[in-house]
């Protein structure tokens, strides 16, 4: 009994005495892409019946092949198909458009997992871990102040202070000195009342977090112990403890919970604080003023220690959770929260509100260690690299760097545009009140230059592709030699292909917009803290077109961050009512919440520590009940999926699985990308431990690619790139136009069954199949660049 218990906890297959009669059995089990499908469309049937899993992510099959392990006579010709369908993970119920307020926290947590690759150097590697997180940490308290800064400053210290204001507003009435002076006239207990606002967001924020965490990411892997030819070095994929991330998601959350109620709390209690060590009050307003400013920075102290004290852990599956700091720092901050609204409300008549609250110096702060943190991650990304350099990873190892500037870069956009429209809501043109700190208008005013560098860069691509297509036209007319010469044709297919390859040229793009960013973000910093004042009133004075450049760029800047914070809304609240835009936000997540929460906490959840542990718990069960042959087979990011579950598996277990990816991004993207986890030594490593593997693609995909294995190993994983469309012209086969497929209807291709056949032909143990060397007709005979 205690052996069985044992067997079946780590999917450790029968042996071939104990196999039933079902052995000669086949399955396929099949993986979809982004964008989400259905059972029926998968496997070509209306008929399909869930053999396993939920609502949320399931097994499907035909309802005709429900047993087909009872009668495996019917099925020898050909592998019973599943299909394993995950889409609602990423775009199921309306409650994911509240995701898109999650954006920065997602974009940062990529910046972790695009470590270079390297060798050794595990003191460095923490570092990039540290510095990441500690980036992801000033997005949440950005996030907050912006909360703070329309709450508590826009709304109960500006407006709600001033009569014109007030007088518009009839609702801040109660608010109001000017008019009845009721007990919340004054401005400490103004504040005190709008910080519910900010306290309420990150109450979300937590909830958010928690709640995902236990839909999705609660899930164990399979437990497992390590065989002795094991290796998991090349990928941390394999880990036992990989899509495992509880312990150190939870701490976080804990740490990112408590930095959101301190911040709310200093910018209530800092104030109040400041005007009884300025009014010469009561000694006991200004003694409780400074014990509070102390607690403040105690407080922040252990955020970062937190923070900072350790990364995840990988090695093995980490059950533990630290209970005690888990439950006590949120707690703790709430009730310093609360004691800070206690003094700031205690009676201060003497007290005005005037001019705005210490915005400026706040946001500044977080500017400038933000651009610190950003210059420091792009340092130990370059000592990184250098020591494993490797030409296809994009932007030679600073991928991650950059994309945590454009992070820091979208929490700014956010919180200054959320910032500028409750100004203009609040107030119009009146200027009765000071308006949002000055730094924000300027980081809107750059918003104009860095509009022009992208169109700059949006014309050099058109150039870029327009002479690519004009080299394609060449390359089609050479593919389908021989065939009738249609000129149209030709440059659709050449047009294609030109567009297609513009995914090569992301990490450029990405590159110059981050650095560019990263420029003008330390210019509007500078400027903001020496002339404390927006561009437009520092400019007068100076040369007329100085001047005019200025007032353009904070007039069209301020338009443009209300506009794109207006679209932010609308985008989401279109998400919330209709599943076809939930479903196109749901294509951003498949792609970006494939990794593990690392560095934040509230980022969207990780669909994959579901997903994975699914995929594995279903191939080594099925394996151990049958001893059949298995073909994994993946499309798009369904591809990523099946390799990082087919990591997931023992080695003897992983030797009798065959991968087929078609329209795969695994090294196109990923393996650029995220060299770390998907790059050459990983992928080759992959192709060595599974049975067999082939990947599939076309010129026109604009996702997918090859697999590109370096040196010599064994059978090639790439087929020559397939023909798209099928046929150039009117065949017997195709009467009418064959489309171009792209990224879609791999399966149209019959080069998709022949290489299926191929993989579980290798994968019988009596008969070996053929080398895949030889390709059918329908290739290009081209390979992709």
């Known amino acids: 009994m205690e052996r069985a218990r044992e067997h079946a906890s780590t999917g450790e297959p029968d042996s071939p005495a104990q196999r039933p009669e079902g052995a000669e059995t086949a399955l396929e089990l099949l993986v979809h892409g982004v964008g989400g499908t259905t059972p029926e469309e998968m496997l070509g049937d209306p008929r399909t019946v869930r053999i396993t899993g939920d609502a949320t992510a399931a097994v499907y099959r035909r309802v005709d092949d429900a047993d087909a392990e009872q009668r495996p006579d019917d099925h020898r010709g050909e592998p019973v198909r599943e299909a394993y369908v995950w889409c609602n993970l990423t775009s ?5 458009a509240l995701w898109l307020l999650l954006l920065p926290f997602m974009v940062v947590n990529l910046a972790h997992w695009m470590r270079p690759t390297t060798r050794g150097r595990k003191r460095t590697i923490r570092l990039y871990g540290l510095l990441v997180r500690l980036a ?7 996030l907050v102040a912006a909360a703070c800064e329309v709450a ?5 210290w500006q407006c709600a ?7 518009e507003h009839s609702w801040l009435g109660f608010l109001s000195p000017a008019g009845s002076g009721g007990w919340w006239s004054q401005p400490g207990r103004r504040l005190a009342l709008a910080c519910l606002v900010p306290a309420a967001l990150t109450g979300l924020l937590w909830y958010l977090s928690h709640r995902t965490w236990s839909a999705y990411e609660s899930q164990q892997p399979m437990s497992r112990r390590a065989e002795p030819d094991e290796e998991t070095g090349r990928t941390g994929l394999g880990r036992p403890g990989f899509w495992y991330g509880r312990r150190l998601v939870a701490r976080l959350r804990a740490a990112h919970t408590a930095a959101g109620f301190l911040t709310v709390a200093a910018a209530v209690g800092t104030s109040a604080a400041g005007y009884d060590r300025a009014s010469g009050g009561p000694a ?8 509070l400013d102390a607690t403040l920075v105690v407080g922040a102290a252990i955020v970062l220690w937190v923070v900072c004290r350790r990364g995840r852990s990988e090695n093995r599956l980490d059950q533990e959770l630290d209970q005690t700091l888990v439950r006590w720092l949120p707690m703790s901050s709430i009730v310093l929260l609360a004691l800070t609204l206690v003094y700031a409300g205690w009676s201060r008549p003497d007290w005005h509100s005037a001019r705005r609250l210490p915005g400026d110096m706040t946001f500044g702060a977080i500017a400038l260690l933000q651009c610190l943190l950003v210059i420091a991650l792009g340092v130990v990304a370059r000592i990184l690299y250098r020591t494993r350099p490797d030409t296809r990873t994009a ?9 945590a500037m454009l992070a820091c870069a979208l929490g700014g956009v956010m919180s200054g545009g959320v910032s500028q429209r409750v100004a203009d809501w609040l107030d119009g043109t009146r200027d009765s009140i000071p308006g949002p700190p000055v730094l924000l208008t300027w980081q809107a005013s750059v918003i104009p230059p860095l509009l022009v560098v992208l169109l700059t860069l949006i014309g050099w691509l058109a150039r870029r592709t327009w002479q690519l297509r004009s080299q394609e036209v060449d390359a089609v007319e050479l593919d389908y030699k021989g065939e009738p010469k249609d000129t149209a044709r030709t440059r659709r297919i050449a047009s294609t292909r030109a567009m297609a390859a513009l995914t090569d040229r992301a990490p450029r793009m990405v590159g110059v917009i981050s650095f560019v960013t990263l420029l003008l973000g330390a210019g509007a910093l500078a400027g903001a803290l020496t002339a404390e004042e927006p561009p437009g009133t520092a400019a007068q004075g100076a040369y007329a077109f100085v001047q005019g450049a200025a007032e353009t760029a904070q007039a ?3 338009w443009l961050i209300g506009f794109g914070f207006i679209l932010f809304v609308t985008w989401g609240r279109r998400a919330y009512k209709d599943p076809a835009a939930r479903r196109t936000i749901g294509i951003l997540w498949d792609v970006g919440t494939f990794w593990p929460r690392a560095a934040h906490p509230f980022a969207p959840p990780c669909y994959a520590e579901r997903a994975v542990p699914d995929l594995t718990w279903r191939m080594v069960t099925w394996i151990r009940a049958t001893g059949g042959r298995l073909v994994l087979s993946g499309h798009s990011q369904g591809s990523v999926l099946a390799a990082a579950a087919a990591w997931q598996l023992k080695p003897s277990v992983r030797k009798r699985v065959a991968l087929l990816t078609y329209g795969s991004p695994l090294e196109r993207l990923y393996g650029r990308w995220f060299p770390a986890h998907f790059g050459p030594a990983a992928l080759t490593s992959l192709h ?3 049975a067999c593997w082939r990947n599939l693609y076309r010129l026109t995909d604009p996702i997918g690619g090859p697999v590109r294995l370096p040196g010599d190993c064994g059978p090639q994983v790439d087929r020559e790139a397939l023909k798209d469309p099928l046929a150039y012209g009117r065949t017997e086969r195709h009467p009418l136009p064959a489309p171009i497929l792209g990224h879609s209807e791999y399966q149209a291709d019959p080069a998709f069954a022949e290489e299926r056949e191929r993989l579980l032909a290798r994968l019988r143990p009596d008969l070996p199949g053929p080398r895949p060397g030889g390709d059918a007709q329908g290739s290009s005979g081209r390979s992709s660049e």
């Open 92 to 96: 199921g119920n309306g409650a994911r």
């Open 136 to 142: 992801g940490l000033t997005l949440t308290v950005l």
């Open 152 to 156: 508590l400053d826009l709304t109960a």
């Open 161 to 167: 202070g001033t009569r014109a204001c007030a007088q």
């Open 284 to 291: 006991v307003l200004d003694t409780l003023g400074r014990l």
């Open 395 to 403: 932007m030679r190892g600073l991928a991650g760097p950059a994309v």
């Open 556 to 558: 069209l800047g301020s």
């Open 688 to 690: 060595r431990e599974v």
